[in-house]
């Protein structure tokens, strides 16, 4: 079982952005400093939702600050940024880190960042395959040329190359994609990639696109032991208190003035109507999906998920508590009391 934080860098309310931030990054300290296996870090743009707005960028800081625990992007946003851009970037990351970033990527959503970045809504609708796979070819191949509907451009030299790590370790940075629809499943599976499964999504849920992934990467004539070897990773949140009662009162004090704050700043390119979560209902879903209470219970229910799901990485949300002080507590709890219940 590995157990890592998943980081937003969420602003609550009354909270400045640079608060946010040093909650972020005190946050990923503390997890190497507990044990945890790795953190993973959200990218977002204009909401304070999440005020990191280049998951690479702050992927790159950590690594610095850090020497064991693994570091990785959830997600990278491809249609927001050329697919060359990020693959060199992540052969940076890999290289100087001795191997130890992980690269998440993903389709977004229909924001107002496609309108900002250039890419347009057709980049978000239609164009994250082409995208995904300039990525996988610049990480894999020593000269790649774009020649594909979006991409297009004359052979150039892969510099720096990912396989160019020094010592042992892996030929390139792990790729992992972010799926939240049958679609999506089917295009990891092809690529024989892990998948990032959301918060928002029960074990059930989670077993069925385990096995639907499985079936489309048979269908891609994957060999068996790819899927043998690929780790999906889990998202979820963690809060650990002595009592349930009191873990779960933590985040519903909490969370719904950030969900409610950040999720209506998102804009939509192209003024299509969204359909919002009540805050404080999804808290307490979440609340009830995820390892939420005392240490036993939330093994307890790491565990329950690995046994229905098959997936045995996970990226908690460590900061709804929205206090640092707090947040470094919860981040300890997980490492020190959890973590070994599972061993």
């Not at 931030?21 to 990923?28: K, M, N, T």
């Not at 503390?30 to 977002?44: F, K």
């Not at 697919?83 to 977004?108: D, K, M, W």
């Not at 370790?169 to 892990?194: D, N």
Request: aromatic share 6%; glycine share 12%; hydrophobic share 45%.
């Amino acid at each position: 079982m590995r157990v890592g934080t998943f980081v937003l860098a969420a602003q609550f309310p009354g909270q400045g952005q640079g608060e946010a931030l040093h909650r972020a990054v005190r946050s990923a300290e503390v997890a190497e400093e507990s044990g945890l296996d790795s953190v993973w870090l959200a990218e977002h743009h204009f909401v304070p939702y999440g005020v990191c707005p280049s998951a690479t960028t702050l992927a790159a800081l950590l690594l610095g600050r850090t020497r064991r625990i693994r570091v990785g992007t959830a997600v990278s946003v491809l249609p927001n940024q050329h697919p060359v851009t990020l693959g060199e970037q992540a052969a940076l990351l890999h290289l100087t880190s001795g191997g130890r970033f992980s690269l998440g990527v993903g389709r977004g959503g229909p924001w107002v960042d496609l309108e900002v970045f250039g890419g347009g809504l057709d980049a978000y609708e239609k164009g994250f395959p082409e995208a995904l796979e300039l990525l996988l070819e610049w990480l894999d191949k020593p000269r790649v040329a774009g020649g594909g509907e979006r991409y297009g451009f004359r052979e150039v030299a892969v510099v720096p190359r990912a396989d160019e790590l020094l010592g042992d370790g892996p030929p390139g940075p792990e790729v992992i994609v972010a799926c939240t629809s049958p679609k999506s499943v089917k295009l990891a599976a092809e690529k024989g990639l892990p998948m990032l499964l959301g918060m928002h999504c029960g074990d059930e849920e989670k077993a069925d696109m385990v096995a639907l992934w499985r079936s489309a990467a048979r269908e891609a004539g994957q060999p068996a032991e790819v899927a043998e070897r690929v780790a999906h990773v889990s998202a979820g949140v963690a809060q650990i208190a002595d009592r349930p009662a009191d873990a779960v009162e933590t985040l519903v004090k909490t969370m719904p003035g950030w969900l409610r704050q950040g999720l209506d700043a998102h804009v939509t390119v192209d003024g299509r109507h969204r359909v919002m979560r009540d805050p404080v209902a999804y808290t307490e879903f979440l609340c009830g999906l995820h390892p939420v209470g005392p240490p036993r219970l939330a093994a307890d229910r790491l565990a329950a998920t690995a046994e229905r799901t098959g997936i045995t990485r996970f990226a908690l949300m460590v900061e709804g508590s929205g206090d640092l002080a707090a947040t470094e507590t919860n981040v300890q709890r997980l490492g020190t009391e959890v973590l070994p219940l599972l061993e």
